[in-house]
């Protein structure tokens, strides 16, 4: 999860390719089409350098291939939270408000997982800022999250004002904040419970106690 996901731009001169997934230059040409009763003006092509592969645009927008735009989710979510995110990016070229709102429902069952009380996102934010020890950045993130959201008092709401950009945000900081709280400390338990010998694991834990 640590590289840096680059979602398909009209006209951009590298992304992530949408078939190989591999970051990578693009090769961009014009084309035209004409049955000879039909006309089809404003129609473009990106080369995928690295897999030699296409992918078509029409009117600035990627109209194939029909895939998930965006990184996948962070191997550590629950199922749940996955299969939230899964939606959210399979509605994401038709409807960025509807993958938004999902995206918040996923960052609220997530803050819920992470243990945290209260009874709007606000006030969750701060049980886990002070019981939690949060990390200021995860603080941040979740505040982003709730100000674009009306507050984010209901989560799953639908804000009319939610672009695509709003959209891929949110994607990325449900990674964001799985990665800090779930994969990280996670990747010190299991060094801690291979390196460190039992007995001095018990002295630890003796020491920490007193």
């Not at 338990?189 to 106690?209: C, F, G, H």
Request: proline residues 5%; charged residues 25%; neutral net charge.
């Amino acid at each position: 999860m640590g590289l840096i996901f680059t979602p398909p731009k009209y006209q951009a001169s590298s992304f992530n390719c949408p078939h190989c997934r591999a970051f990578s230059q693009m090769i961009w040409s014009n084309t035209h089409y004409n049955s000879g009763r039909y006309t089809v003006d404003n129609l473009e092509i990106s080369h995928c350098f690295h897999c030699k592969d296409f992918s078509l645009w029409l009117n600035a927008k990627m109209i194939y291939p029909a895939k998930i735009l965006v990184d996948s989710p962070n191997s550590d979510l629950p199922e749940d939270i996955k299969k939230d995110y899964l939606e959210a990016a399979s509605i994401l070229s038709e409807s960025s408000r509807g993958s938004s709102a999902l995206l918040r429902i996923a960052i609220e069952k997530l803050v819920n997982y992470l243990g945290a009380l209260g009874s709007n996102l606000n006030a969750k934010i701060g049980f886990l800022v002070s019981d939690r020890n949060l990390n200021p950045k995860i603080q941040k993130s979740l505040d982003v999250v709730r100000v674009i959201g009306n507050n984010a008092v209901h989560p799953g709401l639908i804000d009319l004002t939610d672009d695509r950009s709003t959209a891929e945000l949110l994607f990325k900081l449900v990674n964001i904040i799985a990665k800090e709280m779930i994969t990280e400390p996670n990747e010190v338990d299991s060094i801690y419970s291979e390196l460190v010998p039992e007995k001095n694991k018990i002295a630890i834990k003796k020491r920490d106690t007193k």
